[in-house]
């Protein structure tokens, strides 16, 4: 390699400091490239096993987001690109493309961990580096999701009112005519010379059709509609009653037959039926069309205050936030989108605000419900639900939003909360929702977001302080589970056979072991559950209860609380009976979870000295 590539691979930070051998050896190591404007180096998702420094040119960087590019920055020469893939060995989370026509060096995986192992000044650059670029590109994305969600936002609303709207203008256009038909009625009634009792008469149906316009009259099924509006039709043509055809529906909907009908004619001689009829025809027509538009902005109405309300417009950062109202709006303003959804609310009468900020929670409800109806987009199988849940314990404030999807996989659940990660192919997911909504909850609000997933079920559970201003350090709320009775813990002894044992332990000296033992002793079939063992009380172990081959009756658990969530959703999908807390274990969002499935559920109890108390001691 040439000395101008040296003289240049020396100014650039990254290898500035490099001794002389390396930097030398480095330049007989590294290619290089030309790369015409608007050509792609790589491509978002693509495998990264190199990296490239800019000698010429300029390069952007591309970042797809719910399948708009969002450009992150612009790369000059003596950048270095493309590292960060390295680093992490995983995909390249952006795309790259020239900007003008650009002539880059190549350095290849080896040679960059060989730059790396040999040089710290490389390594504290490369971090210093990597640092400043997650910054950029977290603090260009978030804003670019925000701006994302307020398009879905603002494009779910315009579809709410685009219906009304439209009902309005309709409503309007056909009004025009309406009116000059009933001007026309009316100058035709005045006509008939009517007697001031016929006059009350149709002054008292005229009331009647105006109430009737906002309150229809009692449904009828389509049929028996469609022959009612027949039999008056026939009726009206046979008294000779010019468009019958288009007054039958009018009476129908008025709650005629042909005997009400009948029996208002018989109030009118036969030169003045044609007139009466035809007028009473144009005032349910124009009063309905008033109904209509009446209807159509009123709908409007509530949908902008719905918007404002759900941005809280006009109001303090933080105030009292009804949490209901704000998932309702949010419901709301997502109607379009869950449309296909059935939506179930469950919320706690007497529900307290809490102090907070109500469009920041309203984003939080927004992403959860939006990441439901991605996940129950192709489902029909049952049918789509989210169920709303809201509680109250103690001084916190407890939401839970559930869906009945196919459930997050269990090697994803661990990450859902981090930044920029995302199951979702290129383009249609920033990662960066959930680590917002984290954020909001836990940071701004001092609360916790926890999510519990199966198949069939996945619920997403939101812990707020009723005032996040109380003294600092004051611990989320720890559920104790209610002690079970001695009816319930019998029953499960006593019906058991087959215990699977999560967390035994080798050692004799451990409960894990002991317990076992114990009930192993007394005739229960143990299943010894962990993955760091082959055998242990002669039975062959298992990594998890998924690996279990036959039913299980029983699970115990020695595992911390914490531990505990997945090996209750195990224990569901092997459709165990019970599960058991050994002493000092408990989970009750877990518990929770087993239970709502069916199981029934022992927590903080020891299970040899509750046999020993309540069925050895019997047997003696």
Same mark, same amino acid.
């Given at each position: ?30 290619? &290089? ?22 000698? /010429? ?37 952006? /795309? ?56 879905? =936002? ?64 009692? !449904? ?33 909907? =008025? ?54 309300? #759900? ?10 936030? %009804? ?8 419901? *709301?303003?997502?109607?379009?989108? *869950? ?29 959860? *419900? ?12 049952? *049918? ?25 996989? !269990? ?26 909504? #984290? ?10 977001? &926890? ?67 114990? =009930? ?5 079939? @143990? @299943? ?34 914490? %531990? ?14 019970? @599960? ?41």
């Amino acid at each position: 390699m040439s000395t101008s590539t040296e003289n240049f691979l020396r100014k650039v930070p990254l290898f500035a400091d490099l001794p002389e051998r390396d930097l030398d050896r480095l330049c007989e190591m590294v290619g &290089k490239i030309v790369l015409p404007a608007g050509q792609d180096l790589f491509v978002e998702g693509s495998r990264g096993d190199r990296a490239y420094v800019i000698e /010429t040119g300029e390069l952007e960087i591309i970042k797809n987001a719910d399948g708009r590019p969002v450009l992150l920055s612009v790369r000059h020469a003596g950048d270095v690109i493309g590292e960060m893939a390295l680093l992490q060995d995983e995909p390249r989370t952006a /795309t790259v493309r020239a900007r003008t026509d650009c002539a880059l060096y190549v350095i290849q995986a080896e040679q960059f961990d060989f730059l790396l192992n040999t040089s710290p000044t490389a390594s504290r650059v490369m971090l210093s580096t990597v640092l400043a670029r997650w910054r950029n590109t977290s603090t260009v994305l978030r804003q670019s999701e925000k701006m994302a969600q307020l398009g879905t =936002l603002i494009a779910g609303v315009a579809h709410e009112l685009n219906n009304p709207a439209a009902a309005v203008q309709r409503g309007s256009q056909q009004l025009d005519e309406s009116l000059a038909d009933l001007a026309s009625a009316q100058t035709r009634v005045a006509r008939l010379d009517l007697t001031p009792t016929q006059q009350a008469l149709l002054d008292e149906l005229g009331a009647r059709v105006r109430d009737l316009a906002s309150r229809p009259a009692d !449904p009828l099924d389509p049929l028996s509609r469609s022959d009612r509006e027949v039999e008056l039709e026939t009726w009206l043509d046979e008294r000779g009653v010019p468009d019958a055809w288009e007054l039958a529906p009018t009476l129908v909907a =008025l709650g005629y037959d042909v005997d009400a009908l009948a029996g208002f004619a018989a109030q009118f001689t036969p030169e003045q039926l044609p007139g009466v009829v035809a007028w009473l025809g144009a005032t349910h027509d124009t009063h309905n069309l008033l109904a209509e538009i009446a209807q159509g902005a009123s709908r409007i109405s509530d949908i902008v205050k719905a918007l404002k309300t #759900y941005s809280y417009l006009d109001q303090a950062p933080v105030q009292a936030v %009804d949490i209901h109202e704000g998932l309702d709006n949010t419901l *709301l303003i997502l109607r379009s989108k *869950l449309k296909n959804i059935r939506v179930r609310r469950e919320y706690a009468a007497g529900l307290p605000r809490i102090q907070g900020y109500g469009s920041e929670l309203n984003q939080v409800w927004t992403n959860i *419900l939006d990441n439901a109806a991605d996940a129950l987009e192709s489902q029909s199988s049952p *049918l789509p639900e989210v169920a709303i849940t809201t509680r109250q314990e103690g001084d916190w404030v407890i939401v839970e939003i559930v869906d009945n999807g196919p459930g997050i996989p !269990p090697e994803v659940q661990p990450r859902i909360f981090e930044s920029f990660y995302t199951t979702k192919p290129p383009g249609k997911g920033t990662g960066l929702g959930l680590d917002i909504s #984290y954020n909001i909850v836990v940071n701004k609000h001092r609360g916790d977001i &926890k999510v519990f997933s199966q198949p069939g079920r996945t619920c997403f559970r939101i812990s707020l302080p009723i005032n996040f201003d109380a003294p600092a350090g004051k611990p989320a709320p720890v559920v104790v589970a209610a002690s079970s009775d001695d009816d319930q813990m019998r029953r499960i002894l006593e019906t058991a056979k087959t215990i699977a044992v999560v967390g035994i332990s080798s050692r004799p000296d451990r409960p894990g072991y002991s317990v076992p033992a114990y =009930l192993q002793a007394q005739g229960y079939r @143990i @299943i010894p559950v962990n993955p760091n063992l082959e055998e242990v009380l002669g039975e062959r172990a298992y990594p998890d209860l998924l690996s279990v081959p036959e039913p299980v009756d029983v699970v115990n658990i020695f595992r911390r609380s914490e %531990d505990v969530p997945p090996v209750v959703e195990q224990a569901i999908q092997i459709g165990a009976r019970a @599960i058991w807390m050994q002493e000092g274990i408990v989970n009750e969002p877990a518990a929770d979870l087993a239970r709502r499935a069916g199981i029934e559920v022992v927590s903080d109890a020891c299970m040899r000295a509750t046999h020993r108390r309540l069925i050895a001691t019997a047997r003696r």
